[in-house]
């Protein structure tokens, strides 16, 4: 069973940045896309990035140019870089295969208040 283990978030004020990480317990090239979603109480999750094996990525419309994802493949880890972070990107944050077929993780708490 691959497991996925989130970290890196946080308190953080509205302009202010972070990077999550997500350590993959599998070689992240072997699924077609991995993504980033956030789930915020009382709504669906939401898929935010994604990115392709092949490298291509993909933004939801509320966090083009100012997220970006990433990954290291010899770490097999995948990376999300949140820049000028807004009160509204307050949530739960997730990695899983775009499908969402993989085990979810616990996600990591990424809060943006001043």
């Known amino acids: 069973q691959v497991q996925l283990v989130e970290s890196g978030g946080g308190l953080v004020q509205p302009g202010g940045s972070l990077r999550l990480s997500c350590s993959v317990s599998r070689s992240i090239l072997s699924f077609n896309a991995m993504g980033w979603y956030r789930q915020v109480p009382g709504k669906e999750r939401e898929l935010v990035a994604s990115i392709t094996a092949g490298g291509t990525t993909s933004y939801v419309d509320s966090v083009k140019g100012r997220f970006t994802i990433s990954r290291d493949s010899a770490k097999n880890t995948l990376y999300l870089q949140m820049n000028t972070l807004k009160p509204e990107d307050t949530a739960v944050y997730y990695c899983?295969?775009?499908?969402?077929?993989?085990?979810w993780g616990k996600g990591t708490q990424v809060a943006v208040s001043s």
């Open positions: 899983n295969t775009v499908a969402g077929g993989l085990t």
